[in-house]
């Protein structure tokens, strides 16, 4: 993968700038996911699975996407995730014309629960931060059963009229990634197919895998806002201290490409993770990009200041798209996490 913000033109941007309102800019994403949807099962969009010999071209696919709209990959990095946990997990195959979303974020508050009956499983309660909360068909969802937490199939039934999932309006505020929809939803007894055991779908090897892949979505999302920079400084000319933030950002956006890159190597070597450095793998990778993210908005707000933020609406949405987009890290959790399996990798050796 490469790093470098310089090295092809701007793709086209989904709702930057154009759409009015949170709205607008929803519905004009969800367009472009529905597009993106169907061209993935056309084979004109090739997103190939993690492990399958090509997880560089999967992250490069995702990052790209990334570029182009981070709330449009958010919802299409959550379809092929979805795709991916699927394969691994025996689960039923996503069909053309299906737009899948993975729910699986366990916030505070009451969260899902499923229950055996003569009928079989059904789900219900209330679920945070399920993006693509009003155009995904169907979902992976992990919820509470008798025997432990445990992930679920489910059809969503949304724009059909049917009973059963229902976002709730007014639950997602967010200025930063507002049109990913990641609204809450509430289930009504619906009905659902258990994909995986109890615990399957955290101890799979994929669920660190997919965790790069969002990381490489963020690696996208920093390059987009890289760009305002790169035009700065050409517009600039010569001029030492918007060369000098040019610079740094493109030193750590070549490395964030770097070490996907070798990421991407490393699973396909071992995409079973029998040797069981995944996780480890995953937290220095996430940490790793995460932090560039970081840096990347420090250097390119300080080279080019309020202008840009201020007169300039796509770049705007980039950089509080990608601002909260990186808060999927867990910050200083994650990297005490990775220090303890330093510390006792650093006891084994």
Partial sequence: MQGTARERPPEPETGAGRATGADGLRQEVEVSFTRCVDEIAAGELDIPLPGSGRTTERFLALAQVAEQDLSLVRLVEGHVDAVAILAELDGPAAAPGERWGVWAAEAPGEGLTASLGDGGWVINGRKRYCSGAHSCTHALVTARAGDGRRLFAVATGLGSGAAGCR??????????????????????????????????????????????????????????????????????????????????????LHAAGAVLAQAAAEIDKDPADTEGAGRMRSLRVRGFVESVCADVLTHVGRATGAEPLCHNPAHTRRVTDLAVYIRQHHGERNLAELGRLAAELGEEQ
């Fill in 167 to 252: 976002p709730v309006e007014g639950s997602w505020q967010a200025l930063g990634m507002a049109a990913s929809d990641s609204a809450d939803v509430v289930f009504t007894d619906v009905p659902a197919i258990p994909v995986g055991g109890v615990e399957g779908y955290v101890e799979r090897p994929g669920f660190q895998h997919g965790g790069i892949g969002v990381a490489a979505c963020w690696y996208g999302g920093a390059r987009a806002v890289a760009r305002t920079l790169v035009s700065t400084a050409a517009r600039r000319g010569a001029d030492p201290l918007t060369d000098a933030h040019l610079g740094a950002v493109d030193m750590r």
